[in-house]
C-alpha cells in the first residue's frame, strides 16, 4: 500500500464510450502525475500538476483529459479513445515540484479499448 | 532528450543465482531512482542514489552510480522467486524535477 489509489482497477471500453479514471492520493503531496505503460515502451509521462496547476502536458491527444480538483484527487476523462491506446495507466504523486523526488505510483488501471 | 538504456530486457534465471542490470545514459544526473514493479501493481521505489561512486546496499540488492553519474547498476546476489518483477530505473537532470524512465528490466526468478 503506497498511499495511492486508483479506480477502476480494470476498465473495458468501446471507441464511442466516454469514462474516467481516478486516483486519490493520502500521502499530502503536491504533485500528482499521469503515466501511460505500454508494452514494449518505456513509462511515458501524460500529465503533471503541481498544486492542482498542470504544469506539464507531453503531446497528449485531446481523447485524454486530466482534471485536478484539489491537490489530493486526479482524474483522467476518456473519450473516443483508439484500440492503441489499451495500457496501464498509472498514477503517482510526489511531495512537491522543485528538485527530484520519489514518485509513489498507484496500482494502476489496466484500459482495454475495443 | 533524455535516454535511459536498460539492459538486459528480459532475464530468466534459477534461484540461488546472481545477477546484474544495468541503467545507461549519455546525460548526467542529478539523482537516479530504482524501482521495482510487480505484475499488477504500480512501481515501488527500491533506492535512491545521488552521488557519483556511490553504493547502497539492501539487503541482497547492490545499487552503484558512476563515477560521472551516468550509469547505474543493481547487482542481485542469490536471487528468490521473490524478486520476479520489473525493475525500472529513473532519472532527472538539466534542473527538472521530473524523471524520465528506462524501459526496464524484466526479472523471472524459478523456485
Known amino acids: 500500500e503506497t498511499g495511492v489509489t486508483q479506480t477502476p482497477r480494470h476498465l473495458v471500453m468501446g471507441m464511442t464510450n466516454k469514462k474516467s479514471l481516478k486516483c486519490e492520493q493520502h500521502?499530502?503531496?503536491?504533485?500528482m502525475y499521469w503515466y501511460k505503460q505500454s508494452a514494449k515502451k518505456p513509462l511515458e509521462l501524460m500529465f503533471v500538476y503541481s498544486l492542482e496547476e498542470r504544469v506539464e502536458n507531453n503531446s497528449v491527444p485531446s481523447r485524454f483529459s486530466p482534471e485536478c480538483p484539489n491537490s489530493s484527487h486526479l482524474f483522467l476523462h476518456l473519450h473516443t479513445l483508439q484500440p492503441e491506446d489499451s495500457a496501464l495507466y498509472l498514477c503517482?504523486?510526489?511531495?512537491?515540484?522543485?528538485?527530484?523526488?520519489?514518485?509513489?505510483f498507484g496500482p494502476g488501471t489496466r484500459l482495454l479499448v475495443l | 532528450t533524455q535516454l535511459l538504456e536498460q539492459s538486459p530486457q528480459f532475464l530468466s534465471i534459477q534461484e540461488g543465482e546472481n545477477l546484474t542490470v544495468y541503467c545507461n545514459s549519455s546525460s548526467v544526473f542529478s539523482s537516479l531512482q530504482w524501482y521495482r514493479q510487480e505484475p499488477g501493481e504500480g512501481p515501488v521505489l527500491l533506492v535512491t542514489?545521488?552521488?557519483?561512486?556511490e553504493v547502497k546496499k539492501l539487503k541482497r540488492l547492490t545499487f552503484q552510480f558512476g563515477d560521472a553519474r551516468k550509469d547505474s547498476s543493481l547487482h542481485i546476489t542469490a536471487a528468490q522467486p521473490g524478486d520476479t518483477g520489473l525493475y525500472l530505473c529513473a532519472g532527472a537532470s538539466g534542473g527538472s524535477y521530473i524523471p524520465t524512465f528506462g524501459r526496464g528490466t524484466s526479472l523471472i526468478v524459478h523456485p
Open positions: 542514489v545521488v552521488t557519483g561512486g
Open positions: 500521502l499530502g503531496h503536491n504533485a
Open positions: 503517482a504523486s510526489s511531495q512537491g515540484a522543485g528538485t527530484p523526488e520519489t514518485q509513489y
